[in-house]
T-cell receptor, first 115, second 112 residues
Framework: DGGITQSPKYLFRKEGQNVTLSCEQN?????MYWYRQDPGQGLRLIYY???????QKGDIAEGYSVSREKKESFPLTVTSAQKNPTAFYLC??????????????FGQGTRLTVV | GQNIDQPTEMTATEGAIVQINCTYQ??????LFWYQQHAGEAPTFLSY????GLEEKGRFSSFLSRSKGYSYLLLKELQMKDSASYLC?????????????FGTGTQLKVEL
């Protein structure tokens, strides 16, 4: 079945360590997105990518990095420079193009806790 | 940039109708989406508007006015399971691709 997969579902890390969150999709979608959600809040855009080897900063990119080496994969690294990394991270993908835009499909999310 | 505004909370009665409003300001508008999110879960898609007018899908309808930067989500025959957060999201064409930005969400509580 086609879908978008995030792993792991729960992740614990020590303060000061970098951590990479995985996001894979087999929907053949061009666009991929990373969002952060804090308790009781909406989704805030971290990074997005339209094509392989290209990505754009969202509204809260500081302390994060991404790569898009393959169409299917868009991993997010939470670096030690991110001051408050504990949050729920959501990855999404979407088909885009002239008259072909669809809704974004979300992975199940990764809940990151930094101790 | 984009400004997306939604009410923070709403309360409605089971069986009633509720309208959740969303206003936005953006350049390069490329569609407006509504999502439902239950606590601790990923958002699920409800509706999509790119042209002005009303889109109906069962108990859910969504309206868009591009000239006014305004949308609403209408939920009919409310059920207890409709208690959730409702997120408005705006698509925007940028030089780097299709940016998709979410509002802060409206927490809907359905009561007996």
């Amino acid at each position: 079945d086609g879908g978008i997969t995030q792993s792991p579902k729960y992740l614990f890390r020590k303060e000061g360590q970098n951590v990479t969150l995985s996001c894979e999709q087999n929907l053949n979608h061009d666009a991929m997105y990373w969002y952060r959600q804090d308790p009781g809040q909406g989704l805030r855009l971290i990074y997005y990518s339209q094509i392989v080897n290209d990505f754009q900063k969202g509204d809260i990119a500081e302390g994060y990095s991404v790569s898009r080496e393959k169409k299917e994969s868009f991993p997010l690294t939470v670096t030690s420079a991110q001051k408050n990394p504990t949050a729920f991270y959501l990855c999404a993908s979407r088909r885009t193009g002239a008259r072909l835009d669809t809704e974004a499909f979300f992975g199940q999310g990764t809940r990151l806790t930094v101790v | 940039g984009q400004n997306i505004d939604q009410p923070t909370e709403m309360t409605a009665t089971e069986g009633a109708i509720v309208q959740i409003n969303c206003t936005y300001q953006t350049s390069g508008f490329n569609g407006l989406f509504w999502y439902q999110q239950h606590a601790g879960e990923a958002p699920t898609f409800l509706s999509y508007n790119v042209l002005d007018g009303l889109e109906e899908k069962g108990r859910f309808s969504s309206f868009l006015s591009r000239s006014k930067g305004y949308s609403y989500l209408l939920l009919k025959e409310l059920q207890m399971k409709d208690s959730a957060s409702y997120l408005c999201a705006v698509g925007r064409l940028t030089g780097g691709g299709n940016k998709l930005t979410f509002g802060t969400g409206t927490q809907l509580k359905v009561e007996l």
